[in-house]
């Protein structure tokens, strides 16, 4: 890990571009960083991209494993519509890793129409952004457009603590031409917690003919797809072949 994200953790503090260290908020956590890294090492993508920039402390991660396998300028895109007081971009430059940045300083749904539209390609993508579903839902659509067979998408907030990103992680879950990667810090199962889920399940299970009364709902809990942990990365595993008339219930 870069002795710069070590400092960083270790104080809680990061330096502004007038010198004055700052509360670290709203980050990802060192724990998850190494995770975004092992993925990174797992699918060696040659170009990222990341929606939500904040401080830009996974952008370190995912830069510093950008220097790492030798890839060139720009390799890594950034979408982040405010200015954060400059504190991500002075960061890089003082690790060193500004020109492995291509930022764009506006919201994703302004600016991954075009990336599409150029026909940029991707393999990894993290996504850490507003936690509305619609807003996240929008960014996976482009996301899929544009990344190539073997890449991954990165859902942070997921977990069941922001409904919306687990609604999107349930979405991306059901669609045949992605699979489950890894996830990193599983929801505890506390006692109270094991026995509600245990009798909320029989009791669905004893509602006659469900599937055929109530269709558009898929009434598997989060736990039970596997899907309760704070970032998950899936992986597209095909091209998407799905009929025009596709639909599930996720
Ligand atoms: C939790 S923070 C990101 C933290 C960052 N990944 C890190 O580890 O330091 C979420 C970020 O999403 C940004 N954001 C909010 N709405 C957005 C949008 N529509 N498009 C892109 N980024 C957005 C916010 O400004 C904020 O910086």
């Known amino acids: 890990m870069l002795t710069l994200l070590e400092n960083i953790f270790t104080s809680s503090l990061i330096e502004n571009p007038q010198g004055k260290m700052v509360s670290l908020h709203s980050h990802t956590s060192r724990g998850q960083g190494i995770f975004l890294q092992g993925i990174f090492d797992q699918v060696k993508p040659k170009k990222t991209l990341e929606i939500g920039m904040a401080f830009g402390i996974s952008s370190l991660f995912i830069l510093e494993k950008h220097r790492e396998y030798d890839h060139p300028n720009k390799s890594h895109i950034i979408i982040e519509p405010y200015p954060w007081k400059g504190i991500a971009e002075y960061n890089f430059a003082k690790a060193g890793l500004f020109e492995l940045t291509d930022i764009y300083y506006k919201k994703s749904y302004e600016i991954l129409p075009g990336l599409v539209a150029e026909n940029i390609r991707i393999q990894y993508a993290y996504v850490d952004t507003i936690k509305l579903f619609d807003n996240v839902m929008q960014d996976i659509f482009f996301i899929d457009k544009m990344l190539d067979v073997g890449g991954v998408i990165i859902l942070d907030d997921c977990g069941g603590s922001w409904p919306g990103i687990q609604k999107a992680a349930r979405f991306l879950n059901s669609l045949p031409h992605y699979e489950f990667l890894g996830g990193y810090r599983k929801s505890p199962l506390t006692l109270k917690r094991k026995i509600a889920l245990a009798v909320t399940t029989f ?36 091209e998407d072949t799905r009929s025009w008339d596709w639909d599930i219930s996720f």
């Open 203 to 238: 009791a669905i299970n004893l509602v006659p003919f469900k599937n055929r009364f109530l269709p558009g709902f898929n009434l598997k809990t989060n736990r039970s797809l596997d899907l309760e942990y704070r970032c998950i990365a899936f992986k597209k595993k095909l």
